[in-house]
């Protein structure tokens, strides 16, 4: 099975990260409007930062979904 995220998909994810440790993780004002500007900036869609954060997200499910499906293969049945 393959799963691949669109970039719309990974900024989405992004967006949520953001908001949650701006809000939630109780920085200053500061601090919490520079993360916000970074994303807004720097990790917008189309922008190589983001093409890049997509191709490591895509490459790290690959990898983990290729990992479980052997050590599935190992595991006996016994168990």
């Known amino acids: 099975m393959e799963i691949k995220f669109s970039d719309e998909e990974v900024n989405e994810m992004l967006t949520v990260l953001?908001?949650?440790?701006?809000?939630?993780?109780?920085?200053?004002?500061?601090?919490?409007a520079t993360l916000k500007r970074w994303r807004t900036k720097e990790m917008r869609l189309g922008s190589d930062d983001m093409e890049d954060l997509v191709i490591k997200v895509n490459d790290d499910i690959a990898q983990l979904t290729e990992r479980r499906s052997r050590s599935q293969i190992r595991k006996p049945d016994w168990r």
Not at 20 to 31: F, P, R, S, T
């Open 18 to 32: 953001v908001n949650h440790m701006a809000d939630e993780v109780g920085l200053e004002d500061k601090d919490r």
